[in-house]
């Protein structure tokens, strides 16, 4: 007789109070889980954008010494500990609830980092009103990977079988070239193989890599970032085992031909990789990062401020995270999945 599959405990942060955040979160709880489903946040601020919505929530207050349970329709469990400045008011962002945003964070995080949660689910938060408040943040994967003492996070965003990473992500475009180096490239592909392995139970992933200039440089007439520092890093961790092709083209690397035959793409910066992803899954996405010692997953979209609490913001990108975190955590645990 087989023994019954562990129950992954995940945590979830809602992110900024008054975006949808708190809205995605109360949604997911229409549905069962096969999870349990821990909110880091204010349970007034729950409660109150759930009786908005219309839905019947019920918070159970986690007790973290019980194994985990599976969630039934209608409830998620609570890590308290975390309240809001101020009264939130939906679409009106409020500079003394900043530090809140960043409390959730550092708690799920610190959850994660003592085994209480198998992993994290971040809602998306709003990088403005928190520097307003005097804070310096310029996102979910520099905080995390700060506080987690990580020296090489890797961005991965997901659509269904689609996986595309980055070598670079929030630079400005004249910065990018520079930013490519041997050891940056070399990093990011072994944090890339590494985790797709031990996170997603991938076999000898198979990785395209993109070139940075047009045609992939066309043999130097159009740059040569791919002669004197992509092809040598390819070349180095081939002869290691690595099964890596590239430099391509990105005009037509993604394409089926290509991408039947592939795990995963790295694109050399943000808007090389992420417009095909997005416009292959907008709304059901995942940003994921990689080279953290716990599991993080995200959404792929914004605060949406104008959605809070009308009844008009979509869930599925957050289902989509939730779902990949299950995954990762039941693939770091080498538990095939379901």
């Known amino acids: 007789m087989m023994s019954p599959r562990p129950i992954p405990r995940i ?29 880091v946040g204010d349970p007034q601020v729950l409660l109150e954008r759930a ?39 939906p679409g009106q962002l409020n500079p003394a609830n900043a530090r809140y945003v960043l409390d959730t964070l550092t708690q799920a995080a610190d959850g994660c980092l003592r085994g209480v949660f198998a992993g994290l689910v971040t809602g998306p938060v709003h990088k403005g009103v928190i520097n307003e408040a005097g804070i310096p943040f310029t996102g979910h994967t520099e905080f ?26 929030h630079l400005p475009l004249r910065q990018v070239a ?46 040569d970032e791919e002669i004197h520092v992509i092809t040598p890093v390819l070349e180095r961790l081939r002869g290691e085992g690595m099964d890596l092709t590239g430099p391509l083209p990105a ?25 095909v992803l997005k416009h292959a899954g907008f709304g059901s996405a995942v940003n994921v990062t990689l080279g953290l010692p716990i599991i993080r997953t995200s959404v792929d979209h914004g605060t949406a401020l104008d959605l809070a609490g009308t009844c008009r913001a979509e869930a599925g990108s957050l289902q989509a995270a939730l779902a990949t975190a299950i995954h990762m955590a039941q693939a770091r645990n080498g538990i095939a999945p379901a």
Request: with cysteine.
């Open 144 to 169: 995390l990977a700060e506080h987690c003492q990580a020296p090489m996070p890797v961005m991965m965003l997901t659509a269904g079988t689609l996986r595309v990473a980055l070598v670079t992500t």
């Open 11 to 39: 945590a979830i942060t809602p992110g900024e109070p008054a975006g949808i955040g708190p809205d995605l979160v109360a949604m997911l709880s229409r549905e069962p889980c096969a999870a349990q489903r821990v909110v």
């Open 51 to 89: 009786e908005q919505l219309g839905i019947h929530l019920t918070l159970i207050p986690l007790d973290p010494d019980q194994p985990p349970q599976a969630d039934a329709a209608g409830q998620l469990h609570l890590w308290t500990g975390c309240t809001v400045a101020e009264p939130v008011i």
């Open 251 to 275: 005009d037509t690397l993604f394409t089926e031909r290509h991408l039947r035959h592939a795990d995963a793409v790295l694109a050399m910066y943000h808007d090389q990789g992420l417009p």
């Open 178 to 223: 520079q930013a490519i180096t041997t050891e940056r490239l070399e990093t990011v592909l072994r944090v890339l193989h590494a985790d797709l392995e031990s996170q997603f139970g991938i076999g000898s992933p198979r990785i395209l890599v993109c070139g940075l200039n047009p045609h992939a440089g066309e043999g130097g007439h159009l740059g």
